[in-house]
């Protein structure tokens, strides 16, 4: 079960970025995560007219390692960890470590 999901609040914990917030974009692969306005990076483009582009020097955001980021807690203000817990009814939800909050329901 995946413990971060898209539009989740992340902040970077570790790397270039430590302490920067902002939301998943989307999930890359298995192990990396998008998230906007981090890890901003200048990429040498060149132009292709046929897809109509211009080249030039361009800024865009790479991925992180899911392992460097975690998930904000608004109630503490920190970042923290994701658990997971079965309800009566039969369903997951996602909770805080720290307090034992819920996220969401998956």
């Known amino acids: 079960m ?3 999901k898209k539009g989740d609040e992340v902040v970077v914990i570790t790397g270039r970025d430590k302490g920067k917030r902002g ?3 989307r999930l890359v692969q298995s192990d990396r995560v998008l998230v906007e306005g981090v890890n901003r990076v200048k990429k040498h483009e060149k132009p292709n007219p046929n ?3 211009s ?3 361009i800024e865009k955001e790479m991925s992180l390692h899911i392992s ?3 998930i904000f807690n608004p109630v503490t203000k920190k970042a923290d960890r994701i658990g997971v817990k079965k309800l009566e ?3 997951q939800v996602r909770i805080f470590r720290s307090n034992g909050e ?3 329901a998956i």
């Open 2 to 4: 995946k413990k971060l």
């Open 23 to 25: 939301a998943v974009v």
């Open 51 to 53: 897809k109509g582009t």
């Open 55 to 57: 080249g030039g020097i």
């Open 68 to 70: 460097n980021v975690s």
């Open 89 to 91: 009814d039969g369903r």
């Open 102 to 104: 819920m996220v969401d």
